[in-house]
């Protein structure tokens, strides 16, 4: 866990210690990336705080996905709650978001969250529709012969719509099933990941995968 605010660090290690789990607290973005920096240490999550000296958790999280993929877990810590905030920090390669103040049961539930589906990941095979498969190891997608580099939560969105080929899926179910919790609904960040993923899986392509329901949502469609 990176965080720079030495109450927030101390009661989330006490708390999660609590529920069996060891937490390595650093105080700023470098000292981070110095534990993280060519898997120095085996971590099975990484908790880090948007805004710290030295490097800011966008920046170690970036570094953090160029260099290592996506097999670690993030969850960031932020006291800034826009949408423009969010989409960053997701953008960056984070897993999830959680905006303090937080409850430390919330604080749970996300960890809890991140680690099965991080579990679950690790079995996933190979889906495919059409001639777009995607890649659970690499985190990539392949239509026809281009090979698309996925953000994690851009793969996760497609993986859901494959999974659930055919289906309209509201706005409201994605947030719920893709981003774990329910966002305020005016929110666009589903939107924002749907344009990015028609920008690498359908752009350049005649046949496409992702079509819009008016007044519904969105279908992944063969």
Same mark, same amino acid.
């Given at each position: ?9 101390? !009661? ?55 260099? *290592? ?70 985190? *990539? ?18 993986? /859901? ?21 329910? !966002? ?11 344009? /990015? ?9 005649? *046949? ?9 949502? /969105?279908?992944?469609? *063969?």
């Amino acid at each position: 866990m990176a965080e720079d605010e030495e109450n927030i660090s101390d !009661f989330v290690r006490r708390g999660l210690a609590g529920f069996g789990y060891s937490v390595t607290v650093t105080e700023d973005g470098a000292q981070a990336w110095q534990l993280l920096d060519g898997k120095r240490h085996d971590f099975d999550l990484v908790m880090l705080d948007i805004r710290m000296p030295g490097l800011s958790g966008l920046e170690v999280c970036s570094r953090l996905r160029e260099q *290592q993929g996506y097999g670690v877990p993030v969850l960031m810590l932020t006291a800034l709650d826009t949408t423009d905030d969010i989409v960053a920090g997701l953008h960056a390669g984070a897993d999830d978001y959680l905006v303090k103040p937080f409850k430390f049961t919330e604080l749970v539930a996300r960890i809890e969250a991140l680690l099965r589906r991080s579990r679950l990941n690790n079995q996933q095979t190979t889906l495919s529709s059409g001639d777009l498969k995607l890649d659970a190891a690499a985190h *990539q997608a392949h239509r026809g012969h281009k090979v698309v580099d996925l953000s994690i939560k851009e793969y996760r969105l497609l993986e /859901y719509m494959m999974r659930h080929e055919g289906e309209v899926l509201t706005r409201r179910q994605l947030l719920k099933d893709v981003w774990d919790k329910d !966002f305020d609904t005016n929110t666009n960040v589903v939107d924002v990941y749907v344009r /990015y993923l028609r920008q690498k899986i359908d752009e350049d392509f005649p *046949q496409k995968h992702i079509e819009t329901v008016v007044g519904k949502g /969105y279908m992944f469609k *063969q």
